[in-house]
């Protein structure tokens, strides 16, 4: 079993929809928990990071991360078509000062 | 430039070949990455380093040599390049773990014919 577990996807919405983003982890001592998105032959960039369980929010954007069922969620509310990109979740893989990555799901908003 | 910068963006290269993939970054952040990204397999470290003369293997490292003499560079060797090396690879550097904020470059899209 892979660290993190995340749905390729494709995923396409119309503009103006809740996306639901999600992913699993297999170990419960992760503590950092990050998303990035990622425009196409673009590099990765952070877009949220939560520590431990809880929420977060930025804007139209809220990270959730559920510890007990080692669940991580983004939602988009009231997404746009500028938001049409690949989002990742990411763990911090903490001693060895690395990132683990989901496989990414692409996320295409229609006008 | 203020930022993290890949060298060359596309390479196109024959089986057998030594290739070199250079970053830099001009922060001086003190950790900094190699990953490929490929289709169904997501993004992969293949090396990382926490400083400078400071190295060690990722996810993936066979085929693959790193060296960082300087805080600011971190180039990727393929020693003998062979078709499964076909990827994007991103360098990616931060300043430290923790906070989960990686400060990737655009990329270098490797072929290997």
């Known amino acids: 079993q892979k660290e993190v577990e995340q749905d390729p996807g494709p995923l396409s919405v119309p503009e103006g929809a809740i996306v639901s983003l999600n992913c699993t982890y297999s170990?419960?001592?992760?503590?950092?928990f990050m998303w990035y998105r990622q425009y196409s032959r673009k590099g990765p960039e952070l877009l949220m990071y939560t520590y431990s369980s809880g929420n977060k929010e930025d804007g139209r954007f809220t990270a959730q991360v559920d510890k007990s069922s080692k669940y991580i969620s983004l939602f988009i509310r009231d997404s746009q078509p500028s938001d049409s990109a690949t989002y990742l979740c990411?763990?911090?893989?903490?001693?060895?000062?690395?990132?683990?990555f989901g496989k990414g799901t692409k996320l295409s908003v229609k006008p | 430039d203020a930022g993290i910068t890949q060298s060359p963006r596309y390479k196109i290269t024959e089986t057998g070949r030594q290739v070199t993939l250079m970053c830099h970054q001009t922060?001086?952040?003190?950790?900094m990455f190699w990953y490929r990204q490929d289709l169904g397999h997501g993004l992969r470290l293949i090396y990382y380093?926490?400083?400078?003369?400071?190295?060690d293997k990722g996810e993936v490292p066979d085929g693959y040599v790193v060296s960082r003499s300087k805080t600011e560079n971190f180039p990727l060797t393929l020693e003998s390049a062979t078709r499964s090396q076909t990827s994007v690879y991103f360098c990616?550097?931060?300043?430290?773990?923790?906070?989960?904020?990686?400060?990737f470059g655009q990329g270098t899209r490797l072929t290997v014919v």
């Open positions: 380093s926490a400083a400078a003369d400071i190295t």
């Open positions: 990616a550097s931060s300043v430290l773990t923790g906070t989960g904020e990686a400060f």
């Open positions: 990411a763990i911090d893989g903490g001693s060895q000062g690395n990132l683990i």
């Open positions: 922060w001086s952040h003190s950790y």
């Open positions: 170990n419960s001592a992760f503590q950092y």
